[in-house]
């Protein structure tokens, strides 16, 4: 069995400001990759910051949207996993 390696990212979270959230995120995932780290765990929710969607709504975001895209983006390059949280819209439809 091979043995991974875990690290845990602590960083200040912005509440709203989801690109500089993002930019922190990559620069701290880039350090922990080229630690060996393999599984990379950041804050709870590190990408918009732990934000109210009644007085931010702009901040709540789509699982599909370009925001998760390039945190998605963040680990294609490497074999490592991320572990991010955010915000996110509940597509809920009363049809479902």
Known sequence: MEN???GL???HCEKGVIAQNLESTSRYF???VARGID???CPEMSITGYVDPTRCPEAIL???GPEVTQAIELRAQTAAQIVAELAEVYAFSASS
């Open 62 to 64: 789509y699982l599909d």
């Open 30 to 32: 880039a350090e922990a």
């Open 39 to 41: 599984i990379i765990g």
């Open 9 to 11: 990212i602590q960083m």
């Open 4 to 6: 991974l390696t875990v």
